[in-house]
């Protein structure tokens, strides 16, 4: 199996803050990295596939980049709504494996 | 917009079978370009993906849980179906199934997910 890395696991910011989480895989998964959003008692919410493509409806402030084995999801200015957990899932093989999740409360 | 709804017994008994059903509206199950999956999460903790079952009927599952696993379809019904059997307090979670875009393999709509809890 892949294992899945996330840092850091939790982290406190203010609202216009830039905030970057990276994810670590075990091998190398090429651009096969998801990541999700996950809010209180809701099921995950898709931000990001194929390490860098903007899911439709998702705002621009969201990005992601890397490949290989290192990836990182970046929020360029924080919103109040933006106070989550993060996770991000390859998909390159089975079983398909979720990070820890990374979570961002207020500072 | 696509819909998914899961649907079962929120108490389950240790070394009984866990079933549960996932409802989709707003599209059809036997889409050429999805896979339907079960994930799992249990309280506080990460998200584990169970298993992945294409509307022909092919199936893929975890290994860490395949022994007891068993993921169907009713394309005629719009609705997928998870068993878990032999289930312990370990298998208390919130139970999600989602929709797997087939050419990238992302989950892209989920469902609000069910709390199963397994206690005697």
């Given at each position: 199996d892949i294992q899945m890395t996330q840092s850091p696991s939790s982290l406190s910011a203010s609202v216009e803050d830039r905030v970057t989480i990276t994810c670590r895989a075990s091998q190398t998964i090429s651009s096969h990295l998801n990541w999700y959003q996950q809010k209180p008692g809701k099921g995950p919410k898709l931000l990001i596939?194929?390490?860098?493509s903007l899911q439709s409806g998702v705002p621009s402030r969201f990005s992601g980049s890397g490949s290989g084995t290192d990836f990182t999801l970046t929020i360029s200015s924080l919103q109040p709504e933006d106070f989550a957990t993060y996770y991000c899932q390859q998909s390159y093989s089975t079983p398909f494996t979720f990070g820890p999740g990374t979570k961002v409360d207020i500072k | 917009q696509l819909q998914l709804q899961e649907s079962g017994p929120g108490l389950v008994k240790p070394s009984e079978t866990l079933s549960l059903t996932c409802t989709v509206s707003?599209?059809?199950?036997?889409?050429?370009?999805s896979y339907w999956g079960w994930i799992r999460q249990p309280p506080g903790k990460g998200l584990e993906w169970i298993g992945n079952i294409y509307y022909s009927g092919s199936t893929y599952y975890n290994p860490s849980l395949k022994s007891r696993v068993t993921i169907s379809v009713d394309p005629s019904k719009n609705q997928f179906s998870l068993k878990l059997s032999s289930v312990t307090a370990a298998d208390t979670a919130v139970y999600y199934c989602a929709r797997m875009f087939?050419?990238?393999?992302?989950?892209?709509f989920w469902g609000q997910g069910t709390l199963v809890t397994v206690s005697s």
């Open positions: 596939y194929a390490a860098s | 707003g599209g059809s199950i036997s889409s050429s370009s087939a050419d990238s393999y992302y989950f892209d």
